[in-house]
């Protein structure tokens, strides 16, 4: 046998170098379809048992050739979809998801290792509720999450980050937070990545663009679409949590251009730093191309010169209430602006400012100061200068503004947008020097606070609002003690508005966020609440949690959003309101007047009277919104003769309240006192209300109430499905989330009824009514027991065939149940087949004798009543017409001196602006406007006080017209008591014989 020759090493391992590459290719085939289901099913577990959302996605591909030595993982089109009440609102849209992660571990099972990371055109929608529930919480509680039950802890192999670089690239991305009243947006977000994260010191290289930045708050804008380019490079000591920025490191914000170096140490218990940043460019539209507004898209043609520098440095530790010291200085010179196609541009532009602080804990020492700040344009100038110290304890101010604006001017200088036009002159002139200690010591002459702020015959049209504005004079003068508001007179749409009054303690509310007082007058003749909530025409509603339309959205993240009218919580406001008309809604509200007290988030009504629905309403009360998500409110009406089918009709809550009343015709009158809370669209939270009151309808009509056809049905008195009821009075009780009625008479056509019970909330309804029905209205219902009659009657010696009758009235007992529109009646008379009606035959027997005699007594009893009737009606009349004439007089008296001293007033007000007039030297015009103003305040004093006096006339003119109208009706009262007293004795007298 011939020995086979062996291969020789080079082959052999030739041979064996191809084998291995063979099952390597193999494998970079097979294992990403042999993983491939595993991490599927990890990632969809992990998803399904972590997560309150519904997590889906296109498809999920696997690779290795391409990512080798890793593994790569691609999802596509994966999505978040909120569900409850985020459903239709979508958190999370990513075009492509990248991951790549370590293979031999990824092979082992041990742990899915993560090396890179990347997002392709994620879309993120961050939503924040009113009441702070936010849709990117989809965590589950621990107790909701599938691993707290017995799971093989083999099933799923645990997620660990090393991450080596990362990135988001053409994102867009809002945040929208409702309570926090902050909305931010990223358009066309990228940012990028790259270090080792692994190593203890490694360089970390970043790139951030964005085609526009737009952060609002509290109805601000800070930012409006701001273009970015930053690049930043930081050296990762994570050693000594020491992190130093690159000196080339370049941050550009529109056509602002800043350089950020220096370096940050994170401490146990605080943090080190040195970083300064200051301006690359020092041109002035690198600062103007960040004012809101200002960057448009053809910024780049903007004209415009002059030096610019920004520059600001933070050093030391901050640690506790330790800060580092820091420095912010700006300063423009001589420079101007000019928009292209404008004829006019903005010029001598000149800006000193400077904001400093040494490193401590006391941010007293902190210094603003801005000597200068001015510009000009066409006839219109701006000067102001501030300097404040000591901001904390006791503000040191040093302010002076002067300022003369056409604003027809504006748009010969600045873009205004479309739609937007301005007319009107604004001239003022304040100085403002002292501490503020000074004010709240009353210290006055230690503070100098003089000049005013006038507006004259200002117009303002806009697309964003569906009226015009129209000022046609507002003039506040400003005192060390208060700030005046001598005059407004405005149009807005087709509302007018009148208002004076005065502000307090203006410096401690700037300054110290101190509690802001003001007492203000406020009429008008006609405000159309319509017109000013109103869209413009063609604007449509934001939605939020659009991404799309939020995006462009202007509107502020508000509590008005929900409907909820907020109370400022750092005001104490009086307003005397005086509307002759206010539209709301479909309702007309005529001679509104009285008072509105809003004080630290509560709003107090006092006396606030109205005439609508044909009727009067007075309120008094409050409403507070200490909890924006249920405010609170507790309030008394006292309501006169309103129509009660309009008052349903266009108050939602009468008809939970009280279901008959839109099956009415008439009008009611009613105190109530009532308390609990409202929703987010200002309806009562109805389980939540407590309170009580009485109900008086002297006339009114039913028909289509379907309580009252079931029970002409069950009674077959077809007349009981229309009633005309008189003189009603009854009393009722809100608690447990049902209005609970007191028994109270009624009259039903020939029969007598009580009814008590209550309604719910929620429409089911629970009465109990006894009713005298005269036997003459049964009708067919007497057939069905007439043999059962026959016999009892015999028995108690009743002959009905020989012409005894039956009782002509009957007891019937009823239970009304269901609910309003489905409503159930059990009574007596059948459910016992005639039982109530043959007790009634029997009493008749027992009764037989006494009938002529009851029958007497009981004309004798009628006759009375009627003439006890007619005795309290004329006192009734009668002392309704007295008290209409002392009201008809004290009301005359009222506008006769009213009107005296409104001339008085005026004469004073004339005689002082003379006596200013006269004067041409500039430094005695000013000492004669102060005595001016002093002279007003006298007569406003005098007016008020001849108010005063007589309001205290008018009011012992109606005191004693009252008090005579209390005495005429209760005379009457005693007369008609005697005459129903002596009836009563006599029909009892004759009774007993």
């Not at 790259?194 to 952060?215: H, M, Q, S, V």
């Not at 690159?246 to 970083?275: H, I, K, S, T």
């Not at 009086?574 to 988030?601: C, M, P, Q």
């Not at 008296?893 to 041409?920: F, G, P, T, W």
Request: aromatic share 8%; glycine share 6%.
């Amino acid at each position: 046998m011939v020995k086979k020759k062996k291969k020789g090493l080079f082959s052999r391992l030739i041979k064996w170098c191809l084998i291995v590459l063979l099952l390597l290719v193999i494998g970079a085939v097979a294992v990403p379809y042999v993983f491939r289901d595993q991490i599927i099913d990890m990632a969809r577990t992990e998803a399904n048992a972590n997560l309150n959302a519904r997590v889906d996605w296109d498809s999920f591909d696997v690779s290795l050739i391409s990512t080798f030595p890793d593994f790569g993982l691609e999802i596509n089109g994966f999505q978040i979809d909120g569900i409850d009440n985020f459903a239709g609102v979508q958190l999370v849209a990513i075009e492509k998801l990248s991951l790549s992660l370590d293979l031999w571990k990824t092979i082992s099972g041990e742990e899915f290792e993560i090396h890179s990371v990347g997002l392709l055109r994620p879309k993120i929608n961050v939503l924040v509720l009113h009441d702070g529930t936010a849709n990117y919480d989809i965590a589950k509680a621990s107790g909701d999450s599938i691993h707290n039950e017995e799971v093989d802890s083999t099933q799923a192999a645990p997620l660990k980050l090393v991450v080596s670089e990362y990135f988001i690239r053409e994102a867009d991305i809002i945040y929208d937070d409702h309570p926090g009243g902050i909305y931010a947006e990223l358009k066309n977000f990228s940012h990028e990545g790259a270090g080792d994260f692994a190593e203890e010191i490694f360089d970390l290289k970043t790139k951030t663009t964005a085609d526009g930045i737009t952060y609002r708050m509290d109805g601000v804008t800070y930012a409006r679409k701001v273009k970015t380019d930053i690049t930043c490079n930081v050296n990762m000591n994570m050693l000594e949590n020491r992190y130093t920025f690159d000196d080339d490191n370049d941050f550009n914000f529109n056509a602002l251009g800043l350089q950020f170096y220096g370096w940050l140490q994170l401490l146990e218990d605080g943090m080190d730093m040195d970083v300064n940043f200051n301006t690359k460019k020092t041109t002035f539209s690198s600062i103007l191309s960040m004012v809101p507004g200002a960057y448009v898209p053809d910024f780049g043609d903007v004209k415009t010169d002059g030096k610019f520098d920004l520059k600001g440095a933070a050093k030391g530790k901050l640690k506790g209430d330790i800060l580092p010291q820091f420095d912010l200085a700006l300063a423009i010179e001589n420079a101007y602006f000019q928009y292209p196609d404008l004829p006019a541009k903005v010029e001598h532009i000149n800006v000193l400012a400077k904001v400093s602080h040494p490193e401590g804990s006391d941010m007293d020492r902190m210094l603003v100061d801005v000597p200068k700040l001015q510009l000009d344009f066409l006839e219109n100038k701006i000067d102001v200068n501030t300097r404040v110290e000591q901001p904390l304890s006791d503000p040191n101010i040093a302010s002076h503004l002067n300022a003369y604006l056409d604003l027809a001017e504006l748009s010969k200088a600045f873009p205004l947008g479309e739609g937007v036009d301005y007319n009107g002159i604004i001239t003022t002139n304040i100085t403002l020097e002292g501490r503020m200690s000074s004010i709240e010591q009353e210290r006055y002459d230690e503070f100098k606070a003089l000049g005013s702020l006038i507006v004259d015959s200002m117009k303002y049209h806009s697309g964003d609002l569906a009226y015009d504005v129209m000022l046609d004079r507002m003039e506040f003068n400003f005192t060390p003690s208060n700030l005046e508001l001598a005059s407004l007179d405005a149009m807005i749409g087709t509302s007018d508005l009148q208002a004076n009054g005065t502000i307090d303690n203006y410096m401690g509310y700037v300054l110290k966020d101190e509690l802001l007082h003001g007492t203000f007058n406020l009429t008008s003749n006609k405000f159309d609440l319509n017109e000013l909530m109103a869209s413009p025409e063609g604007a449509s509603p934001e939605v939020t949690g659009d991404t799309e339309k939020s995006s462009e959205s202007e509107q502020p993240a508000m509590d008005s959003a929900s409907g909820v009218v907020r109370v400022p919580e750092n005001v104490d406001f009086t307003l005397n309101t005086t509307f002759k008309r206010l539209v709301y809604d479909s309702i007309l509200i005529d001679n509104l007047s009285g008072k509105i007290l809003a004080k630290e988030g509560v709003a107090s009504l006092k006396n606030l009277r109205m005439d609508v629905f044909d009727g009067s309403v007075t309120l008094n009360g409050m409403y507070a919104t200490h909890h924006k998500e249920a405010p609170e409110m507790n309030l008394t009406y006292d309501v006169s003769n309103l129509d009660i089918g309009k008052t349903a009709h266009y108050v939602n809550s009468v008809e939970k309240l009280a279901p008959i009343a839109k099956s009415c015709r008439g009008a009611f009158s009613t105190t109530l006192s009532m308390k609990g809370q409202l929703d987010q669209n200002m309806e009562p939270v109805y389980n939540s209300l407590t309170g009580k009151g009485d109900l008086f309808v002297q006339n009114v009509y039913v028909e289509k109430f379907e309580p009252l056809n079931k029970l002409a049905q069950t009674l077959k008195i077809d007349r009981l499905s229309k009633q005309n009821f008189k003189d009603v009075k009854l009393f009722y009780e809100f608690k447990d989330g049902n209005v609970h009625v007191k028994p109270f008479d009624i009259k039903m056509g020939k029969m007598d009824v009580n009814i008590g019970g209550k309604t719910a909330f929620t429409q089911e309804i629970d009465y109990d009514l006894k009713m005298q029905v005269p036997s003459s209205e049964l009708g067919g219902l007497l057939e069905k027991g007439a043999a059962a009659l026959d016999k009892l009657a015999s028995a108690n010696g009743l002959n009905l065939s020989a012409g005894d009758k039956i009782p002509e009235v009957i007891k019937v007992n009823a239970k009304l149940g269901g609910t309003v529109t489905e409503p159930k009646i059990v009574t007596d008379f059948v459910r016992s087949e005639g039982k109530s009606v043959v007790g009634s035959v029997v009493e008749a027997g027992i009764d037989k004798a006494k009938e002529e005699l009851s029958k007497q007594a009981d004309d004798l009893l009628a006759k009375a009543r009627e003439e006890a009737d007619r005795i309290l009606a004329t006192g009734k009349k009668e002392a309704e017409r007295i008290r209409s004439e002392g009201k008809k007089q004290a009301d005359a008296l009222r506008a006769k001196q009213r009107e005296e001293a409104e001339k008085i007033r005026k004469k004073a007000y004339d005689a002082a602006d003379a006596e200013v007039e006269k004067i041409s030297n500039p430094l005695k015009k000013i000492a004669a406007r102060e005595a001016a103003k002093l002279a007003k305040k006298a007569a406003d004093k005098k007016f008020t006080q001849a108010e005063d006096a007589t309001d205290k006339q008018a009011n012992k003119l109606e005191d004693v017209a009252n008090r005579t109208a209390n005495e005429t009706e209760e005379l009457a009262k005693k007369q008609a008591d005697k005459v129903l007293a002596a009836a009563q004795k006599e029909s009892d007298q004759r009774l007993k014989n």
